[in-house]
């Protein structure tokens, strides 16, 4: 799971950046619920394992998303029961919005 390190200076400074841009937009798709919150997180472990090796494993041993980023990077499909819990919400949500309306 973790790469080598990029050797350019710049461009190490660029995905550690480019890794905190999109770990912030995952914190924001967990907490809001327009935005898918862990693609962006795994995307910034990706940047993370290109450029910091601590960020990294900070990212894959966290308590919330650390399951999930490893379970990504393993090949573990999603359980069916997930699968059919997102479908159920998203009807939901498309049913209470078109009665709002």
Not at 35 to 52: A, K
Not at 53 to 58: A, E, R, S, T, V
Request: charged share 15%; aromatic share 16%.
């Amino acid at each position: 799971m973790k790469r080598e390190l990029i050797e350019n200076k710049y461009l190490r400074w660029l995905y550690l950046f480019l890794g905190f841009i999109f770990l912030g937009f995952g914190v924001l798709g967990i907490l809001l619920p327009v935005i898918p919150g862990l693609v962006f997180v795994v995307v910034s472990t990706y940047f993370f394992s290109r450029s910091s090796h601590k960020f990294h494993d900070l990212l894959i041993n966290n308590k919330y998303v650390g399951k999930y980023v490893r379970d990504y990077y393993s090949g573990v499909p999603i359980p069916l029961r997930t699968k059919i819990l997102a479908v159920l919400f998203m009807v939901i949500s498309l049913v209470v919005g078109i009665c709002l309306l």
